[in-house]
């Protein structure tokens, strides 16, 4: 489920990634992806879900920087589905 090529990302993939995941984006999501398409681009890793509570907190707000607030848009695990729809590589950290 994991892109290839980074290049072959787009807003239109990742919106027909998650539908097959059954996730509706919306603006938090979209919010997310942007916050870790970023760290992918300054430091070329995938984030695991401590890295995105931590963007979460610093970018958005420490009420929405929760696993819990994850779960809730991203079903089952986080870190994974963020970094599968955002189209960067499968975390070191995810089997």
């Not at 890793?45 to 707000?61: F, H, Q, T, W, Y």
Request: with cysteine; proline share 7%.
């Amino acid at each position: 489920g994991f892109l290839k090529h980074l290049k072959d990302w787009s807003p239109e993939v990742a919106a027909i990634i998650a539908e097959a995941d059954g996730i509706s984006l919306t603006p938090d999501h979209w919010r997310i992806i942007e916050l870790t398409r970023e760290y992918y681009e300054r430091y070329r890793l995938s984030p695991a879900a401590r890295i995105i509570v931590n963007l979460i907190k610093e970018n958005i707000g420490p009420e929405k920087a929760s696993s819990l607030y994850l779960m809730q848009l991203f079903t089952g695990r986080p870190a994974r589905m963020i970094n599968k729809i955002s189209g960067l590589p499968k975390p070191s950290n995810c089997d």
